[in-house]
């Protein structure tokens, strides 16, 4: 058996066969078009899906003849899959955002061949464009009734399953994004915990509709506090919100115990200091908050992204954010050169 090298292990009177057809991959991808290669994207994310499905009725069938035909048909989607991969790669390596795209750690081939079949960069003229079009949060489009949807929905999956490998990178130190991650959730976990997002969380409240009841005591301040039990720096035992130390440490916990606002809340009154101990104070629940960070990161991958490519293809400068251009902002996080940090 021979195992190539971007797929699964191929018989040895097969392998010129396969290599054969990457070659053909190679010549293909030089020729292919951007709606070839959006729908080839399309084509993937729905073989990955029928891979699953056919590997979870494998583990659910008891019987013996059915399970080899169903894991054979798993192995031929994982076949396929793997040079659908070669050909995205090979798409993305030779377009002009291809080479900073592939050196974002979180940002694999399909997800980078996703992006540049979605945005048409000469249809964008700043980052904005790729916000409204990507559905972001923060330019705070609704979707009414009866109306067409004013996002692309596509491409707005493609940014949440980004945003899902940042924060899957994100123990990684390297993983630039993923750090912007972090770094986002231990600063909203702290405006959480000191009410600082009161406000918000009353207003989800209001229009509060799902069934998870945990969320819900969140949003009314049924919890009064948050315990840290362990830390990865060791198992040090202290309470959130006791010192701004331990508060750096938030992101370093491995676990969370929420404790409600009617147990032993009285033993604690006068030993947390104000504002950060408020019994009642209602907060956003720690998907919420993940949820903003992982957003955030988002946010900042999609100003960078534009900036650069914008930079490749107009070969000029973009316009100014709106914050530097408009609200005058000065500290402004430019594009990671990871050429230059040899990433």
Known sequence: MARLSKGLPVPEDMRPIVERLDKDLRV????????EARM???????????????????RATGDLKAARSLEWLGNQFELLER?????????????????????????????????????????????????????????????EKGRRRPWNAALRRLCYNIGESFVNVSGNPDAYYGQIYRARKEYEWKRNLTGELADRAQERLKVFRGTNESWRKWYEGAYSGIIITATRAG??????????QHLDGLTEALFLKVRSADKEEKKLEGVLPEPLWRPGVPMLSPDHIHRRAKWFAITIFLSHLFTVWYRVHFQKEPPKPFPERVLGHVHILPPPDFAAEGA
Do not use: N
């Open 28 to 35: 293909a991808a030089r020729a292919m078009s951007r709606e």
């Open 40 to 58: 080839l994207v399309d084509t993937r994310l729905q073989m990955q899906k029928d891979r699953i499905r056919a590997r979870a009725r494998l």
């Open 83 to 143: 040079r659908v991969d070669l050909l995205l790669g090979l798409y993305v390596e030779q377009h002009e955002i291809g080479p900073w795209l592939s050196r974002v750690r979180g940002v694999g081939d399909i997800l980078a061949a996703g992006l540049i079949t979605a945005i048409d960069i000469e249809k964008c003229e700043t980052a904005g464009d790729i916000y409204a079009f990507a559905g972001v949060p923060c330019v705070g489009q609704v979707w």
């Open 235 to 244: 198992d040090e035992f202290f309470r959130a919100g006791f010192d701004a």
